[in-house]
């Protein structure tokens, strides 16, 4: 209901902008409260079912990453094996010269199930990159 209600507002308040002047004022619109964000999480088995659902190691893998990490499927592909510190257990999802952007990057600490997960893909690795 939020997003149609600003689309709703946004379209005379873009007819309206100076340069336009397609309508002369854009009315005013009440705009809903925002909801409370929802916060859950997943337990034991709700975890377990896409980690058994996944056929292929480098499938397995990047839905491990983004479990454990909470990462964006963006930055667990671009994820290369320099910013995976196995030794220090972290994992540094920003990239080398890049930006800032909105998305906090931060590095992530690595659990045990993780780091085991990290070691045996290492080890096999053919690419830079740890999702090959």
Known sequence: MRAEMQALRAAPRWAAAPGRG????????????????RIRWLNRDEVGRPLAACKAHHTRLFV?????????????????????DLPRRLVDFREAGRMRIRKRLVPVPINDTLHAALVEAHAAATTEYVIE
């Open 22 to 37: 397609l309508i002369g004022a854009a009315p005013g619109i009440d705009m809903p409260a925002r909801p409370e964000a």
């Open 64 to 84: 491990a990453l983004a479990l454990h990490t909470g990462a964006r499927s963006g930055a667990i592909l671009g994820l290369t094996w320099d910013r995976v």
